[in-house]
């Protein structure tokens, strides 16, 4: 019937109506799905017009017979009809966006929520004090950490000598020993001290022939504790059973100088007798001094004060004669207080020394002058052992304070750091116009996060990479392996032909969740890199495997190398193997540039800080190796070049042209190198390499040997000739006067 066919089509219909409902909370209007259902509700719609229509044409034929009831109540029916159409229509309608408001309520879109409503009571009124208070709270606490601040930039920029880490960054010199505060050890504490430094020194200081020790001490100025140091080891050194000879050479005149009997902390052992003072007439008859260490009656410790220490040439020739005699006694250790450094008799005095020791006091020392006064030292061959400090700081009430200095330093500098990267680049100039690399000190280029290039910190796509696709929560719509095309397009179900070239995997993600927004409610695609094969270098040249290759990772010039199998080799007079490349030549491209990478270094000298990490589109290359000749003229047998390699000498290169003539002059081999506008020349005499006398001289490739005839050639030619002719002549006159057909005397003749 028709009224039952219009109710199933309307059942229907609300059936689709209801898929159509479920499509739209996943998707737009724009995805086929629901385009496709929407006209499939549509298809159903006409469908009930349609059957509307004909039931009223039905009724309004001619032979048909309608009661006045029976018309009231078709229409009525109609009219019902329509309304439950409209009815239903706004039902599906009102249930698609409770839903929508359902998953907007579950989630929000934004970063706000509104909890309550806000009215004039909850308005509340704050008072002025608190502010200025906060506000005085904090401009004391950012003026405490300005002058925190400053009082540090102080302590860094003090050019003073404070710790052994100073003494150690500035004179490059390890310390040796350091002293505390004497005022406040105890004579027990003192001697201790004294003894475990003297046994450490021992083991620094060369010892003599003898089994003794001479020793220099020298400051940047005086005042430091010289002094202090040689009475307090000379004292440690004789208590050890050594035969201690002690030398001040300071002025009469100088305040900081401590006289051996003097009471600045002298241990209670050091005698008059034994520190009886010699004067500096002692130089001139230094057999005394010997004669009171090793006589009848040998004292323990002489001291011998040097005044007036500006001396001339005679006075340093005896201090040498004198100070050689006292080395040689047996079990001597000889102390000498030098002058500071600041004056030149200092460095005169210390030349000859065996061991000198730099002492410098805490909190006097200035870092530039100690600089320099130990390039003067150096200068003069100065046997430099380490350094002393005096009044070392290092106590127990500012151990706290140094472990936690250079942590406040480092969280300013990462501070800093991290506000200068925050800021980014001042302009679009800022990028370095020659192309650099970073230093790498191992074989690999597996660097920290800080140290890699622009290129691994924005890691782009590009043609050939393959990316594996899904969709948060439909694993069915997963697409894997999906290549970029040559263009630099891909495409991922309705997304098509998305540029891909030129982005990260974020950048690509948020494109791709951009445009099928267009077609699923909230979408998330995942985008997982497959491989990376958009990123190439290039090797050609003297390798064994040349061509283009990926870069899938992190590469180094050696590791490139080894992945192209290594250089090309060839022989050499067919039992020599050397590398057909040539190093010097060979270069490393980047951006049109050349980076500055010595491959010599590299792989000759194992030098890995030339070891550069490569970027895209590097470019290697590595010349061919023309044969390397070496030139051998004159008197040789065999005249010609020869084969260079790195440890030809000259009388290798003449022995593989057949060796020295007749006529050579073996003591004047002449070696001329560079070029014949301005040669090089050397004078090699061959005769004293082959008897060991001298070392046999290494060539360099295009070098010209020229083995000359001897000068006197001519002339044993000429002796030579007439012994023969001599001879010669001799030889006939006596056949002609005795020689026959038959001997006529059988004695020789007197020649």
């Not at 408001?101 to 579950?106: E, I």
């Not at 035969?243 to 009469?252: G, M, N, P, Q």
Request: overall charge positive; some cysteine; charged content about 20%.
């Amino acid at each position: 019937k028709p009224s039952e066919r219009n109710n199933q089509l309307t059942k229907k219909l609300q059936d689709e109506q209801d898929v159509l409902l479920g499509l739209l909370m996943k998707y737009t209007d724009r995805h086929p799905t629901v385009s496709a259902q929407r006209a499939k509700i549509e298809e159903i719609e006409k469908q009930i017009q349609q059957t509307e229509k004909q039931n009223t044409l039905k009724n309004q034929q001619p032979g048909a017979s309608k009661s006045p009831g029976l018309v009231d109540s078709e229409s009525g029916t109609e009219l019902l009809t329509s309304h439950l159409q409209a009815l239903a229509n706004s039902r599906v309608l009102l249930a698609s966006r409770e839903r929508e408001a359902q998953s907007f309520v579950k989630n929000p879109p934004g970063y706000c929520r509104v909890f309550t409503q806000a009215s004039t009571k909850d308005v509340t009124e704050t008072k002025r004090a608190p502010k200025v208070i906060f506000m005085g709270v904090f401009g004391g606490a950012v003026g405490g950490g300005g002058a925190l601040l400053l009082i540090l930039l102080l302590i860094l920029l003090d050019p003073k000598l404070k710790t052994p880490a100073d003494a150690r960054r500035v004179t490059g010199l390890p310390v040796v020993a350091t002293l505390g505060n004497l005022n406040k050890m105890t004579p027990a504490s003192q001697a201790q001290w004294a003894f475990r430094t003297w046994v450490s020194l021992q083991g620094k200081l060369r010892s003599s022939k003898n089994r003794g020790f001479v020793c220099g001490i020298t400051s940047s100025s005086p005042g430091e504790g010289r002094s202090t140091w040689v009475n307090l080891l000379s004292q440690a050194a004789s208590d050890c059973g050594y035969r201690v000879l002690t030398i001040a050479a300071s002025r009469e005149d100088d305040p900081f100088h401590i006289k051996p009997n003097g009471n600045h902390h002298e241990p209670e052992t050091f005698q008059e007798s034994e520190s009886r003072a010699l004067t500096h007439s002692m130089l001139n008859t230094p057999a005394q001094v010997t004669e009171q260490l090793t006589g009848e009656n040998p004292q323990p410790m002489v001291h011998i004060p040097l005044p007036g220490w500006v001396w001339n040439l005679e006075r340093r020739k005896q201090w040498q004669v004198a100070l050689n005699q006292w080395k040689n006694i047996e079990n001597v250790v000889i102390f000498v207080e030098l002058p500071p450094a600041t004056e030149p008799e200092a460095v005169l005095l210390a030349e000859k020394l065996p061991n000198l020791l730099w002492l410098t006091d805490c909190g006097k020392a200035d870092a530039s002058d100690t600089r320099e006064q130990l390039v003067t030292l150096r200068d003069a061959h100065c046997n430099l052992v380490g350094t002393l400090l005096n009044h070392d700081l290092s106590t127990r009430s500012r151990k706290p304070f140094a472990k936690w200095m250079p942590c406040l330093l480092l969280g300013l500098v990462l501070s800093s750091a991290g506000a200068a990267q925050a800021q980014g680049p001042s302009g679009p100039n800022t990028a370095a116009s020659v192309p650099s690399f970073q230093t790498n000190t191992s074989f690999s280029a597996a660097l920290s996060p800080t140290q890699r290039a622009d290129w691994q910190k924005k890691l782009t796509l590009g043609p050939g990479d393959m990316l594996n696709f899904t969709l948060f929560g439909q694993p069915e719509l997963a697409r894997n392996e999906v290549m970029i095309g040559p263009d630099g397009r891909v495409s991922y179900l309705q997304a098509q032909d998305i540029m891909a070239a030129g982005f990260t995997v974020d950048e690509l993600r948020k494109k791709f969740d951009e445009e099928l927004s267009k077609y699923y409610r909230a979408p998330n695609v995942i985008v997982t890199p497959f491989a990376y094969n958009s990123k190439k270098y290039y090797v050609l040249g003297k390798v064994m495997n040349k061509g283009v290759f990926t870069l899938d990772r992190p590469i180094t010039v050696m590791e490139a190398v080894a992945r192209a199998h290594g250089f090309e080799t060839g022989t050499i007079d067919n039992q020599n193997s050397v590398d057909l490349v040539d190093l010097q030549k060979s270069f490393v491209m980047r951006q049109g540039k050349r980076l500055p990478v010595n491959l010599e270094k590299l792989f000759q000298e194992g030098d890995l800080s030339q070891n550069a990490p490569l970027e895209p589109n590097d470019y290697l290359y590595f010349a061919s190796g023309a044969l390397k000749e070496v030139y051998v003229l004159g008197d040789v047998n065999v005249p010609g070049p020869h084969t260079w390699t790195e440890n030809v000498t000259v009388i290798s290169a003449i022995s593989a042209r057949g060796g020295y003539t007749l006529r050579a002059y073996k003591s004047k081999v002449l070696v001329i190198r560079g070029s014949l506008n301005k040669p090089q020349t050397f004078v090699v005499d061959t005769w004293a390499t082959l008897d060991g006398r001298a070392t046999d001289f290494k060539l360099e490739p295009k070098d010209i040997i020229f083995v000359p005839h001897r000068p006197f050639i001519r002339a044993e030619e000429l002796l030579d000739l007439a012994a023969t002719a001599f001879i010669q002549s001799s030889v006939a006159a006596w056949a002609g006067g005795n020689v026959g057909p038959i001997f006529t005397k059988p004695v020789l003749p007197n020649l």
